[in-house]
């Protein structure tokens, strides 16, 4: 079996994104959504990850994401996260817009990241006092409550929610300025992030797909690597992490 090469030279001129899916963190042990073992396959979307499913039962919604925070308590970057973050520090222009709410590009050490859905440790009161983050896992009582008497809800980016306006905005700002665009571990189902390594294409940018198997991304993409992420990714982009 070849190793995976690039057949696209990156250099620091180039500007580099990433856009990831729950692929990229099942070597870190959290369950991705479609697939085998999958969280749809056990869970359904339109009573966890709506919010008529909250309104309806803000008990049960709370207990799946109280599960999912105490589970990821566990869970580590793997090699993948570590390389697009070792490519930041080696002063690759990168940035990493992640369909994840698991943080761990963030605690892999990437900072220039754009998290279209959310994020897993921060919660926001359903009624006016804002967002932050809370670590609290599991919580003692369920559904959480704000100081002011309202129910908190996950800050996340449920089925039927626009997304943030300015995220999406910075979002497609970077994918038309991209160089090339490395898509890593997503099915490519959820819009509008499903669409998003398209508008890199037309705008220019070489795309390079990891993914264990093919997915719409494999009918335009210019490069793709069928396998796993956390041991594509270090083979992808190995040498450019030795030069610096
Ligand atoms: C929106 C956060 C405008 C929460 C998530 C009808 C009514 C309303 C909306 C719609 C509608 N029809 C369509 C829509 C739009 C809808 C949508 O796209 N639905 C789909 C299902 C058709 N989108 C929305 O609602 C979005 N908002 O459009 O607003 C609007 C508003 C109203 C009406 C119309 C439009 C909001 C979507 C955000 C939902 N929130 N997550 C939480 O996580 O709890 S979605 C969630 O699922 C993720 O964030 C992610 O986006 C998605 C999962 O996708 P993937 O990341 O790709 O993961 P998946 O498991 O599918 O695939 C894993 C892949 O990895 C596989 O390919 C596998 O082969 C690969 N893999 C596995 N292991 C590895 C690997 N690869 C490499 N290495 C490995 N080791």
Same mark, same amino acid.
């Given at each position: 079996m070849t190793e995976p090469r690039l057949r696209f030279h990156p250099d620091k001129s180039h500007r580099i994104t990433f856009l990831t899916g729950a692929g990229i963190?099942?070597?870190?042990? !959290? $369950?991705?959504?479609?697939?085998?073992?999958?969280?749809?396959?056990? #869970? &359904? +979307?339109?009573?966890?990850?709506? %919010?008529?499913?909250f309104e309806r039962n803000p008990e049960k919604v709370w207990a799946w994401y109280d599960l999912r925070r105490t589970q990821a308590l566990q869970c580590k970057p793997n090699p993948a996260h570590e390389t697009i973050a070792v490519l930041e520090k080696s002063g690759f222009d990168t940035a990493v817009i992640t369909q994840n709410i698991d943080d761990l590009h963030r605690l892999a050490g990437n900072d220039r990241l754009i998290e279209l859905h959310g994020n897993i440790w921060k919660v926001?009161?359903?009624? #006016?006092?804002? @967002? /932050?983050? &809370?670590r609290t896992a599991p919580y003692p009582h369920l559904p959480p409550v704000c +100081?002011?008497?309202?129910? =908190?809800?996950?800050? %996340? @980016? /449920? #089925?039927?929610?626009? =997304? &943030?306006?300015?995220? =999406?905005?910075?979002? *497609?700002m970077r994918l038309g300025e991209t160089d090339l665009c490395v898509v890593v571990g997503t099915s490519g189902t959820v819009q509008p992030? +499903?669409?998003?390594?398209?508008? +890199?294409?037309?705008?220019?940018? *070489? %795309? @390079?797909? %990891?993914?264990?198997?093919p997915? $719409? !991304?494999?009918d335009y993409a210019d490069e793709s690597h069928f396998g796993k992420a956390g041991e594509i990714l270090p083979k992808l982009f190995g040498e450019y992490l030795e030069q610096n």
């Open positions: 963190s099942a070597e870190s042990g !959290i $369950p991705t959504f479609r697939g085998e073992k999958g969280l749809w396959e056990e #869970f &359904d +979307a339109e009573e966890l990850a709506t %919010v008529e499913g926001k009161c359903t009624r #006016f006092c804002g @967002v /932050w983050e &809370d +100081a002011c008497g309202s129910l =908190l809800r996950p800050h %996340v @980016v /449920w #089925f039927g929610e626009m =997304l &943030d306006e300015s995220i =999406l905005a910075s979002a *497609y992030a +499903a669409g998003m390594a398209g508008i +890199a294409k037309a705008s220019g940018a *070489y %795309v @390079v797909e %990891v993914n264990l198997e997915t $719409p !991304i494999s």
